[in-house]
């Protein structure tokens, strides 16, 4: 079935970068954007950015450019977000989300099951 | 940058009709799509391009996007809608999320 994996959590210290994979399976990986969403406790939902994993293209939201990178491994159907400089508002769950359609601009079918983020001193 | 409102919170009894809006600047001349959250998952999808339900969402779930404002209608409301609601736009290549509407069904 279609499903995306997340990597497990992790515990960072303020300043240091984080790496949360997200792995797909039951379709075709470079025919959907990912993107990657987050959520503090209690809060609402973040979108962070996009990746097309055909071409490796990238949009981030303004929030988070120059601290974010988002890559792709298509050889083992994988997406990466790497985020720098981490703070302790950075504490939340991050998500991969799939792309209903092949744009990119349009709502998140597939969402993986959330990567805890925490960052403590 | 654009913004998404929704009410925090909505009451509904069993078997009665559920509306969540969600307003924004010209935001029925977008695809807006709804998401539903339960305690501790991954939000689910329940409406997309306004109106359309994804495969597996049942007919009670229904979508209009007209004006300033999108709304959300779950008709015969079940006790297992009760979760958090958010609906979605996109503006300027930014996915942009309301702040979500706590349903209670009681």
């Known amino acids: 079935q279609v499903q995306l994996v997340q990597s497990g959590a992790e515990v960072k210290k303020p300043g240091a970068s984080v790496k949360v994979s997200c792995k797909a399976s039951g379709y075709t990986f470079t025919g959907y954007y990912i993107h990657w969403v987050r959520q503090a406790p209690g809060q609402g939902l973040e979108w962070m950015g996009r990746?097309?994993?055909?071409?490796?293209?990238?949009n981030y939201a303004q929030k988070f450019q120059g601290r974010v990178t988002m890559t792709r491994d298509t050889s083992i159907s994988t997406a990466f977000m790497e985020l720098n400089r981490l703070r302790s508002d950075d504490t939340v769950v991050y998500y991969c989300a799939r792309d209903v359609g092949s744009s990119g601009g349009n709502a998140f079918d597939i969402w993986g099951p959330g990567t805890v983020v925490t960052v403590s001193s | 940058s654009y913004e998404l409102t929704q009410p925090p919170s909505v009451s509904v009894s069993p078997g009665q009709t559920a509306s969540i809006t969600c307003s924004g600047d010209?935001?029925?001349?977008?695809?807006t799509c709804w998401y539903q959250q339960k305690p501790g998952q991954s939000p689910v999808l329940v409406i997309y391009?306004?109106?359309k339900r994804p495969s597996g969402i049942p007919e009670r779930f229904s979508g209009s996007n007209s004006g300033n404002t999108a709304t959300l209608t779950i008709s015969g409301t079940q006790a297992i809608d009760e979760a958090d609601y958010y609906c979605?736009?996109?503006?300027?290549?930014?996915?942009?999320f309301g702040g979500g509407t706590k349903l209670t069904v009681l």
């Open positions: 979605q736009t996109w503006d300027s290549s930014t996915a942009v």
């Open positions: 010209k935001l029925g001349d977008k695809y």
């Open positions: 391009q306004d109106t």
């Open positions: 990746i097309n994993p055909h071409s490796g293209d990238t």
